[in-house]
């Protein structure tokens, strides 16, 4: 499941046929980009962060019968720009936590762990400099579907420059 932003520009430009392994949800064998790879990456390296989530990281989507807390994200949306000498792309990071409990306390504390990750976080990539990575939304509410479910929602703006 390769995840498209902004037709080929960012995905097409840092695939290369790598293979995330190990991510939570096992449908994932498939290829996905320098930036999915560098976004599990840094959830991977935050013990805090994989012990607040057991139901672990999926990329678009869990799996049915995921343990909970678990958080999804996907990357919706992509901009390429050029300048006369620098190559730019602007890609918008959607997280989703979902959480099963009658309050939405975890939910809050999940959302800590992950801000504190992502908030300014300078991923690394081996194709792109990190210029900048923004929260642009957060946002709590619950399932339409099962009311005990919570959601919390958080978007960054990453900035990235081809090397």
Do not use: C
């Not at 994200?73 to 000498?85: A, D, Q, V």
């Not at 800590?112 to 509410?141: E, P």
């Amino acid at each position: 499941m390769s995840v498209i932003v902004g037709g080929t520009n960012l995905i097409s430009s840092i695939t290369g046929g790598v293979f995330l392994t190990g991510l939570a949800d096992p449908d994932i064998g498939s290829e996905t980009s320098e930036l999915e790879q560098a976004i599990y990456s840094a959830f991977m390296n935050n013990a805090i962060l994989v012990a607040a989530a057991p139901g672990g990281l999926h990329n678009v989507q869990a799996q049915s019968g995921t343990s909970y807390p678990y958080v999804v994200f996907e990357l919706p949306t992509g901009l390429k720009s050029n300048s006369f000498s620098h190559e730019k792309e602007t890609v918008l990071i959607q997280f989703k936590i979902f959480t099963k409990t009658n309050s939405s306390v975890s939910l809050n504390e999940l959302r800590g762990n992950l801000i504190n990750v992502f908030d300014d976080n300078l991923l690394i990539l081996a194709s792109y400099d990190t210029i900048s990575m923004r929260r642009t939304v957060s946002v709590k509410t619950k399932d339409e579907l099962d009311e005990k479910v919570w959601i919390y929602m958080v978007s960054y703006r990453i900035e990235l420059e081809k090397k």
